[in-house]
């Protein structure tokens, strides 16, 4: 049983450095093509469309890694499940599911507003 817990813990701990690797690589992406968009091609300048596309775009990228780190805290929890870490388990998955909803209507609002 121990060796399933540590199994369990090793893949929670990949799939939560996958999310922070997708967090990461979605921010740096868009941030570059800010800069790129900014500084460049139209300095200083910068339409509010384009703006509002690269945050519709990196917020995609939070909502996906959301869901990784969710997924990962649900394998943590069933690895060592305790009273406190359902608690911890429930309260961290009730914030990123707001976070996701309202982020996720967000982008809607931006994609509807660009279209």
């Not at 813990?9 to 800010?34: D, P, R, T």
């Not at 990784?68 to 394998?75: G, T, W």
């Not at 929890?77 to 961290?92: A, G, H, N």
Request: charged share 20%.
């Amino acid at each position: 049983m121990e060796y399933i817990k540590e199994v369990l813990g090793s893949i929670a701990e990949w799939i939560e450095v996958l999310g922070i690797f997708i967090l990461i690589y979605g921010f740096v992406k868009f941030f570059l093509q800010f800069l790129l968009n900014e500084f460049y091609k139209n300095p200083l300048k910068t339409p509010i469309h384009i703006l509002q596309k690269i945050r519709c775009n990196i917020g995609v990228y939070i909502l996906l890694a959301l869901d990784f780190l969710i997924a990962s805290d649900i394998i943590f929890s069933i690895s060592d499940l305790s009273w406190e870490q359902l608690i911890r388990l429930s309260v961290m998955i009730l914030i990123r599911t707001t976070i996701g909803f309202f982020l996720g209507k967000e982008i809607e609002e931006l994609k509807t507003e660009n279209d």
